[in-house]
């Protein structure tokens, strides 16, 4: 999804696109009234709604992204079991639904196990869904997992970090055609 909230010439799409992104997680920090409306220069309207549990929604024609923070913001994808004894607290979750019916999710988590732990749990949990793994790295500190939808309609990808004797900090980013 991308919002226009102005142009600017000379700027690509993607650096609009970072922009708009930047102001929406920092319009999600602010305090004020529960929702916005903005106008960009072609008469779009961004709606942002505002929920006092952690949760703000941007809604346009093109769709609609929801970002949630906070304990709540640790929800994981679905079918995708939470990992055991991870902290929730601060936990962040994009969700988004395009207007062709897409959506996508990210969500974060900590944990004090490994890295490779991590992504144990969550190679047997995939591929007990019935995933088909992609690919399935290690990089020292960071390892990844890739899969795909049964269906192929979508997919997976699990990053677990090592934080230098902190714990693990866990991204799982999950997609589906619409």
Excluded: K
């Amino acid at each position: 999804m991308r919002y226009a909230i102005y142009d600017t010439e000379g700027e690509t799409d993607d650096m609009r696109t970072g922009y708009i992104a930047l102001a929406m997680l920092a319009l999600t920090a602010c305090g004020g009234s529960d929702e916005q409306v903005f106008t960009g220069p072609d008469g779009e309207e961004v709606r942002i709604e505002r929920g006092g549990d952690g949760t703000t929604t941007y809604s346009s024609t093109d769709g609609e992204a929801t970002i949630t923070t906070g304990e709540a913001g640790a929800a994981m994808p679905a079918g995708l079991p939470a990992y055991p004894g991870a902290e929730t607290a601060g936990g962040l979750n994009i969700n988004s639904t395009g207007r062709d019916g897409g959506s996508g999710q990210i969500s974060s988590f900590q944990t004090s196990d490994s890295p490779a732990d991590v992504i144990a749990f969550y190679r047997a949990a995939l591929e007990r869904g019935g995933y088909r793994i992609a690919a399935n790295m290690d990089f020292g500190e960071t390892h990844m997992i890739s899969a795909s939808r049964p269906d192929n309609s979508g997919g997976i990808q699990i990053t677990a970090t090592g934080a230098g004797g902190r714990g693990t900090t866990v991204s799982i980013i999950a997609g589906q055609e619409g």
